[in-house]
Protein backbone atom coordinates (compact mmCIF):
# COMPACT_ATOMS: atom_id res chain seq x y z
CA UNK A 1 0.00 0.00 0.00
CA UNK A 2 3.26 2.60 -1.01
CA UNK A 3 0.45 4.87 -2.35
CA UNK A 4 -1.95 5.08 0.20
CA UNK A 5 0.05 7.08 2.64
CA UNK A 6 -0.37 10.08 0.58
CA UNK A 7 -3.31 9.58 -1.62
CA UNK A 8 -5.69 7.30 0.66
CA UNK A 9 -5.03 9.20 4.06
CA UNK A 10 -5.61 12.66 2.78
CA UNK A 11 -8.75 11.35 0.22
CA UNK A 12 -10.91 12.03 3.44
CA UNK A 13 -10.24 16.14 2.13
CA UNK A 14 -12.53 15.57 -0.92
CA UNK A 15 -15.99 14.75 1.01
CA UNK A 16 -18.51 16.73 1.63
CA UNK A 17 -17.80 17.73 5.35
CA UNK A 18 -14.23 18.72 4.73
CA UNK A 19 -14.89 20.73 1.46
CA UNK A 20 -17.09 23.00 3.91
CA UNK A 21 -14.27 22.70 6.96
CA UNK A 22 -12.25 23.94 4.37
CA UNK A 23 -14.11 26.79 2.53
CA UNK A 24 -14.72 28.15 5.95
CA UNK A 25 -11.66 28.54 6.90
CA UNK A 26 -10.78 29.97 3.63
CA UNK A 27 -13.25 32.35 4.31
CA UNK A 28 -13.09 33.14 7.91
CA UNK A 29 -9.15 34.06 7.97
CA UNK A 30 -8.72 36.51 5.47
CA UNK A 31 -12.12 38.49 7.14
CA UNK A 32 -10.87 38.00 10.54
CA UNK A 33 -7.31 39.91 8.99
CA UNK A 34 -9.75 42.08 7.59
CA UNK A 35 -11.45 42.84 10.22
CA UNK A 36 -8.23 43.45 12.55
CA UNK A 37 -6.45 45.29 10.04
CA UNK A 38 -9.39 47.64 10.06
CA UNK A 39 -9.59 48.01 14.02
CA UNK A 40 -6.10 48.85 14.01
CA UNK A 41 -6.65 51.77 11.16
CA UNK A 42 -9.26 53.53 13.56
CA UNK A 43 -6.86 53.27 16.20
CA UNK A 44 -4.41 54.78 14.33
CA UNK A 45 -6.50 57.67 12.79
CA UNK A 46 -7.15 57.99 16.89
CA UNK A 47 -3.60 59.06 17.43
CA UNK A 48 -3.50 61.17 14.27
CA UNK A 49 -6.46 62.61 15.60
CA UNK A 50 -5.00 63.31 18.89
CA UNK A 51 -1.95 64.45 17.59
CA UNK A 52 -3.85 66.80 15.29
CA UNK A 53 -5.98 68.00 18.34
CA UNK A 54 -2.76 68.69 20.63
CA UNK A 55 -1.17 71.22 17.64
CA UNK A 56 -4.51 72.60 17.11
CA UNK A 57 -5.08 73.43 21.03
CA UNK A 58 -1.84 74.99 20.84
CA UNK A 59 -2.77 77.21 17.60
CA UNK A 60 -6.02 78.25 19.05
CA UNK A 61 -4.58 79.54 21.99
CA UNK A 62 -2.70 81.99 20.29
CA UNK A 63 -5.57 82.74 17.87
CA UNK A 64 -7.19 85.78 17.99
CA UNK A 65 -11.01 85.34 19.04
CA UNK A 66 -13.70 84.67 16.29
CA UNK A 67 -17.39 85.96 16.00
CA UNK A 68 -19.27 83.26 17.34
CA UNK A 69 -21.68 83.51 14.37
CA UNK A 70 -18.77 82.77 12.27
CA UNK A 71 -18.18 79.24 14.32
CA UNK A 72 -21.35 77.91 14.25
CA UNK A 73 -22.53 75.05 13.80
CA UNK A 74 -19.44 73.34 16.46
CA UNK A 75 -17.59 70.36 15.16
CA UNK A 76 -14.39 68.76 15.14
CA UNK A 77 -12.90 71.32 13.39
CA UNK A 78 -14.39 74.41 15.48
CA UNK A 79 -14.47 73.23 18.43
CA UNK A 80 -11.91 74.58 20.97
CA UNK A 81 -11.94 78.01 19.27
CA UNK A 82 -11.72 81.05 20.95
CA UNK A 83 -14.78 83.59 20.02
CA UNK A 84 -15.83 86.48 21.58
CA UNK A 85 -19.51 87.38 22.49
CA UNK A 86 -21.65 90.16 23.76
CA UNK A 87 -24.57 90.92 25.67
CA UNK A 88 -26.16 90.96 29.13
CA UNK A 89 -26.12 87.80 31.72
CA UNK A 90 -29.34 86.58 32.52
CA UNK A 91 -30.44 83.56 34.83
CA UNK A 92 -27.41 81.73 36.66
CA UNK A 93 -27.11 77.86 36.69
CA UNK A 94 -24.73 75.27 38.99
CA UNK A 95 -23.74 72.39 36.79
CA UNK A 96 -22.47 69.46 39.82
CA UNK A 97 -19.92 67.38 40.26
CA UNK A 98 -17.33 68.39 37.99
CA UNK A 99 -13.56 67.32 39.05
CA UNK A 100 -10.40 69.91 38.98
CA UNK A 101 -7.25 69.08 39.23
CA UNK A 102 -8.80 65.68 41.00
CA UNK A 103 -10.87 67.94 43.72
CA UNK A 104 -15.04 67.95 43.56
CA UNK A 105 -16.75 70.48 42.82
CA UNK A 106 -19.25 72.52 40.53
CA UNK A 107 -19.45 74.79 37.66
CA UNK A 108 -21.17 78.54 37.89
CA UNK A 109 -22.74 78.69 34.67
CA UNK A 110 -24.62 82.08 33.23
CA UNK A 111 -26.65 82.34 30.32
CA UNK A 112 -25.55 85.48 28.19
CA UNK A 113 -28.33 86.93 26.12
CA UNK A 114 -27.30 88.79 23.13
CA UNK A 115 -28.39 90.49 20.41
CA UNK A 116 -29.36 88.09 17.88
CA UNK A 117 -32.54 86.83 20.44
CA UNK A 118 -30.80 84.22 21.63
CA UNK A 119 -28.30 82.95 24.94
CA UNK A 120 -25.20 81.21 25.07
CA UNK A 121 -24.15 79.53 27.92
CA UNK A 122 -21.27 80.60 29.48
CA UNK A 123 -19.27 78.63 32.31
CA UNK A 124 -17.93 81.84 34.18
CA UNK A 125 -15.50 79.38 36.24
CA UNK A 126 -15.08 76.49 38.76
CA UNK A 127 -15.56 76.44 42.86
CA UNK A 128 -14.62 73.33 44.81
CA UNK A 129 -17.05 71.44 47.08
CA UNK A 130 -20.99 70.97 46.91
CA UNK A 131 -23.27 72.93 44.84
CA UNK A 132 -24.03 75.97 46.68
CA UNK A 133 -26.14 79.12 45.02
CA UNK A 134 -25.07 81.15 47.92
CA UNK A 135 -20.93 80.55 47.64
CA UNK A 136 -21.93 81.31 43.49
CA UNK A 137 -20.37 84.77 42.69
CA UNK A 138 -22.78 86.67 40.68
CA UNK A 139 -22.80 87.82 37.27
CA UNK A 140 -21.70 91.03 36.44
CA UNK A 141 -24.31 93.56 35.09
CA UNK A 142 -24.77 95.63 32.23
CA UNK A 143 -23.40 94.88 28.92
CA UNK A 144 -20.34 92.78 29.26
CA UNK A 145 -18.28 91.50 26.20
CA UNK A 146 -16.34 88.35 27.10
CA UNK A 147 -14.13 85.93 25.62
CA UNK A 148 -14.02 81.77 25.76
CA UNK A 149 -13.27 78.57 24.35
CA UNK A 150 -16.60 77.23 22.02
CA UNK A 151 -17.45 73.44 23.02
CA UNK A 152 -20.13 71.36 21.59
CA UNK A 153 -23.30 70.69 23.43
CA UNK A 154 -22.58 67.95 25.94
CA UNK A 155 -24.20 64.43 25.74
CA UNK A 156 -24.88 62.77 29.18
CA UNK A 157 -22.84 59.90 29.39
CA UNK A 158 -19.89 61.16 27.39
CA UNK A 159 -16.43 62.31 28.58
CA UNK A 160 -18.07 62.06 32.18
CA UNK A 161 -20.67 64.12 31.86
CA UNK A 162 -23.64 62.93 34.59
CA UNK A 163 -26.86 61.82 33.15
CA UNK A 164 -28.31 62.29 36.74
CA UNK A 165 -31.84 63.52 37.15
CA UNK A 166 -33.46 65.00 40.38
CA UNK A 167 -31.22 67.57 40.78
CA UNK A 168 -32.33 70.56 42.76
CA UNK A 169 -33.57 73.78 41.21
CA UNK A 170 -31.00 75.72 39.69
CA UNK A 171 -28.65 73.01 39.13
CA UNK A 172 -28.19 71.27 35.64
CA UNK A 173 -25.96 67.67 34.65
CA UNK A 174 -25.19 68.70 31.37
CA UNK A 175 -24.49 71.75 29.28
CA UNK A 176 -26.73 71.14 26.91
CA UNK A 177 -29.48 72.77 24.88
CA UNK A 178 -31.68 69.88 25.04
CA UNK A 179 -31.34 69.94 29.21
CA UNK A 180 -31.11 73.83 29.50
CA UNK A 181 -34.55 74.24 27.27
CA UNK A 182 -36.56 73.62 30.18
CA UNK A 183 -34.84 75.88 33.07
CA UNK A 184 -34.29 78.90 31.33
CA UNK A 185 -36.87 81.40 29.64
CA UNK A 186 -34.61 82.07 26.26
CA UNK A 187 -33.63 80.50 23.22
CA UNK A 188 -30.22 78.61 23.15
CA UNK A 189 -27.18 78.70 20.91
CA UNK A 190 -26.56 74.83 20.74
CA UNK A 191 -23.03 75.42 22.03
CA UNK A 192 -21.19 77.06 24.96
CA UNK A 193 -18.18 78.55 25.81
CA UNK A 194 -15.88 78.53 28.77
CA UNK A 195 -14.21 81.38 30.12
CA UNK A 196 -10.35 82.43 29.35
CA UNK A 197 -9.55 83.90 32.59
CA UNK A 198 -12.69 82.89 35.07
CA UNK A 199 -14.31 85.74 36.76
CA UNK A 200 -12.87 86.75 40.58
CA UNK A 201 -12.90 83.84 43.09
CA UNK A 202 -13.18 81.12 40.84
CA UNK A 203 -10.84 79.08 38.90
CA UNK A 204 -10.81 78.84 34.91
CA UNK A 205 -12.39 75.79 33.21
CA UNK A 206 -10.44 74.07 30.58
CA UNK A 207 -11.86 73.37 27.44
CA UNK A 208 -11.94 69.34 26.75
CA UNK A 209 -11.75 67.94 23.22
CA UNK A 210 -15.13 66.89 21.33
CA UNK A 211 -16.46 63.98 22.25
CA UNK A 212 -15.71 60.70 20.31
CA UNK A 213 -12.04 62.02 19.25
CA UNK A 214 -8.45 61.32 20.36
CA UNK A 215 -7.21 58.94 22.70
CA UNK A 216 -10.23 57.90 24.70
CA UNK A 217 -12.15 54.59 25.65
CA UNK A 218 -13.26 53.68 22.28
CA UNK A 219 -9.71 54.11 20.93
CA UNK A 220 -8.38 51.93 23.10
CA UNK A 221 -11.37 49.54 22.46
CA UNK A 222 -10.48 49.66 18.39
CA UNK A 223 -7.02 48.55 20.15
CA UNK A 224 -8.46 45.88 21.91
CA UNK A 225 -10.68 44.70 18.72
CA UNK A 226 -7.36 44.30 16.50
CA UNK A 227 -6.28 41.72 19.14
CA UNK A 228 -9.16 39.95 19.14
CA UNK A 229 -9.64 39.81 15.62
CA UNK A 230 -5.97 38.61 15.30
CA UNK A 231 -6.55 36.05 17.71
CA UNK A 232 -9.69 34.51 16.10
CA UNK A 233 -7.69 34.24 12.53
CA UNK A 234 -4.99 32.18 14.74
CA UNK A 235 -7.66 30.14 16.60
CA UNK A 236 -9.02 29.40 12.93
CA UNK A 237 -5.42 28.22 11.27
CA UNK A 238 -4.91 25.97 15.02
CA UNK A 239 -8.67 24.13 14.79
CA UNK A 240 -7.74 23.60 11.15
CA UNK A 241 -4.28 21.49 11.70
CA UNK A 242 -6.06 20.47 14.89
CA UNK A 243 -8.61 18.68 12.99
CA UNK A 244 -6.00 17.44 10.10
CA UNK A 245 -4.08 15.94 12.37
CA UNK A 246 -7.04 13.70 13.95
CA UNK A 247 -8.26 13.12 10.40
CA UNK A 248 -5.31 11.91 9.60
CA UNK A 249 -4.28 10.12 12.41
CA UNK A 250 -7.99 8.21 12.58
CA UNK A 251 -7.27 7.31 8.30
CA UNK A 252 -3.75 5.83 9.15
CA UNK A 253 -5.10 3.80 12.08
CA UNK A 254 -7.81 2.45 9.87
CA UNK A 255 -5.23 1.74 6.85
CA UNK A 256 -3.25 -0.27 9.66
CA UNK A 257 -6.48 -2.58 10.53
CA UNK A 258 -6.13 -0.37 13.87
CA UNK A 259 -9.29 -0.18 15.56
CA UNK A 260 -10.25 3.24 17.38
CA UNK A 261 -10.12 2.38 20.96
CA UNK A 262 -13.03 2.16 22.88
CA UNK A 263 -14.41 4.77 25.91
CA UNK A 264 -14.47 2.63 28.90
CA UNK A 265 -18.62 2.54 30.28
CA UNK A 266 -19.33 4.03 33.35
CA UNK A 267 -21.91 1.89 35.09
CA UNK A 268 -23.88 3.45 38.33
CA UNK A 269 -24.82 0.25 40.84
Known amino acids: MPGRTVVGVYRFLLTPRWWGINVFTLLAIPFCLFMGSWQLSRFQDRVQEDRTQTRQIATNAHESPKPLDSLLPVDKGTSGKRTTVSGHYGKQLLVPGRQLDDKDGY???????????????????????????????????????????????????????????????????????????????????????????????????????????????????????TGEWFVFAGFVVFMWFRLLRREVETARDAALGIEPAEQPVVTVS
Open 107 to 225: YVLTLLRTDTGKALPVVRGWLPGTADASKAPAAPAGEVTVTGVLQASETPGDNGVSAQGGLPAGQTAAISSASLVNLVPYRLYDAWITLDQADAGMRTVPATAPADSGLDLRAFQNLGY
